[in-house]
């Protein structure tokens, strides 16, 4: 990308309570290695010039020895701790990034995006500034009201599944960050960097192509699916890491 440089923050701090296993997800095994690995050999592989991993406080060393000692990443420059939201391990990931001109954010329980999904988030960011993978909703949607009953359906044509990379220039998005950072109200229902943007003002953030496989492991039904998925690309339960 010439003097332009891309990084990508891959946050790797959630407890995955969902998937009902003293292991936290991202470091389950997955045909034959740790879950957290595949999202780093996507970025490994991909445009970007700078990784930054997000762990969970006091993870440290212990995903360091354990989960990465054996692997080779160039790309990897600092593996961080982040705080007790997901916002909070964003706001460490992007600090650790300082230089760089855009970057792109991507949950590590997602091990099957590919580097084509990548190239499609850097382009949308170098075009447009903001965006986001994405897909349209499959499923009809309803909303519920506080009984349990439909209350009514939403128009599925203009629906989409968000999903991550979600790529920003930096410095819009360690802009809205560092606003939201300031007063703890602003925080409130901030789930994704999208919103982050959304919240602070100034652009908007468009959808681009994800992929229907580029699912988020959080329970473990999501694991079958995971592994039959990467063996349908041939990945190999016994291939060594990297």
């Avoid at 007790?84 to 329980?109: F, T």
């Avoid at 802009?175 to 602003?186: G, H, L, P, S």
Wanted: proline share 2%.
């Amino acid at each position: 990308m010439g003097q332009m440089k891309i990084g990508a923050v891959v946050l790797a701090g959630g407890k995955g309570t969902r998937m009902h296993s003293r292991v936290q997800k991202q470091y389950r095994m997955l045909t034959g290695k740790p879950l957290i690995l595949y999202a780093l050999e996507a970025f490994e592989h991909s445009q970007v010039d700078h990784m930054v991993l997000v762990v969970g406080q006091g993870e440290r060393e212990r995903v360091c020895q354990e989960i990465l000692g054996s692997c080779r990443f160039d790309k990897l420059m600092a593996v961080t701790e982040g705080g007790r939201e997901r916002y909070h391990s964003v706001y460490a990931g992007l600090q650790a990034l300082q230089g760089c001109d855009y970057v792109l954010i991507h949950d590590g329980a997602r091990p099957l995006v590919t580097e084509d999904i990548i190239s499609r988030a850097i382009q949308g960011a170098l075009d447009y500034q903001a965006c986001v993978a994405a897909m349209p909703v499959k499923d009809t949607i309803k909303k519920g009201d506080q009984d349990g009953f439909a209350a009514g359906s939403l128009d599925r044509s203009c629906l989409w599944q968000i999903q991550t990379p979600q790529a920003f220039s930096y410095s819009l998005i360690r802009t809205a960050y560092d606003w939201i950072m300031e007063e703890e109200e602003r925080q409130t229902g901030i789930t994704d960097d999208a919103m982050a943007v959304e919240s602070y003002g100034g652009c908007r953030v468009k959808l681009v192509e994800g992929s229907y496989e580029n699912l988020k492991v959080t329970t473990p039904e999501d694991m079958v699916i995971a592994e039959a998925l990467l063996q349908c690309r041939g990945i190999d339960p016994e291939s060594e890491l990297l």
